[in-house]
T-cell receptor, first 115, second 111 residues
Framework: NAGVTQTPKFQVLKTGQSMTLQCAQD?????MSWYRQDPGMGLRLIHY???????DQGEVPNGYNVSRSTTEDFPLRLLSAAPSQTSVYFC??????????????FGQGTRLTVV | RKEVEQDPGPFNVPEGATVAFNCTYS??????FFWYRQDCRKEPKLLMS???SGNEDGRFTAQLNRASQYISLLIRDSKLSDSATYLC????????????FGSGTQLTVLP
């Protein structure tokens, strides 16, 4: 099973460039989310989605856009990259069972450096 | 106050020691709870779910205390390979629609 697939695994951007981090899951999960993790820090929620066509902001949404046109895909767009966005980005998915979310499954992460 | 708070750590323990982590949560209506393990610069992976009655998986025991709103993780007979960061995760209910992660507790098991 593929689970959650993130691409690319590594990326270097110049300040001001834009790019899209891809995330796809094949488990038919309703819930998908993006986190960033800075060195020595915990996960911070950027955006999340509870189903196709529904997205919402997390703790640190500025500088990022998302869309959810299908259940499987949840891309994260950096509009104009800044050095402060250098981080490791994780995508995760989960499903509802009995009115609550089951455990989250994570992609392998994208290591982004903005120079 | 953060929705999910963990022991700040780091915890440095010798091999064979028993170590316990606590995690408190603020939403009393939370329904599901998990412990994750994260190795350096890798994705978090599920260690175990936490059930109301408490549950055990080998050397790991998880407990839930709804009255005091905390979950705990006990690791017995620590191994070098247990060195990692341990994250607690709380699943929402009601109007909350996002999984909430604690900031993690770092454990180093020393030879």
């Amino acid at each position: 099973n593929a689970g959650v697939t993130q691409t690319p695994k590594f990326q270097v951007l110049k300040t001001g460039q834009s790019m899209t981090l891809q995330c796809a899951q094949d488990m038919n999960h309703e819930y998908m989310s993006w986190y960033r993790q800075d060195p020595g820090m915990g996960l911070r929620l950027i955006h999340y989605s509870v189903g196709a066509g529904i997205t919402d902001q997390g703790e640190v949404p500025n500088g990022y856009n998302v869309s959810r046109s299908t259940t499987e895909d949840f891309p994260l767009r950096l509009l104009s990259a800044a050095p402060s966005q250098t981080s490791v980005y994780f995508c995760a998915s989960s499903t509802l069972r009995g009115g609550t979310y089951t455990e989250a499954f994570f992609g392998q992460g994208t290591r982004l450096t903005v120079v | 106050r953060k929705e999910v708070e963990q022991d700040p750590g780091p915890f440095n323990v010798p091999e064979g020691a028993t170590v316990a982590f606590n995690c408190t949560y603020s939403n009393s209506a939370s329904q599901s709870f998990f412990w994750y393990r994260q190795d350096c610069r890798k994705e978090p992976k599920l260690l175990m779910s936490v059930y109301s009655s408490g549950n055990e998986d080998g050397r790991f025991t998880a407990q839930l205390n709804r009255a005091s709103q905390y979950i705990s993780l006990l690791i017995r007979d620590s191994k070098l390979s247990d060195s990692a960061t341990y994250l607690c995760v709380v699943s929402p209910s009601g109007s909350a629609r996002q999984l909430t992660f604690g900031s993690g507790t770092q454990l180093t098991v020393l030879p």
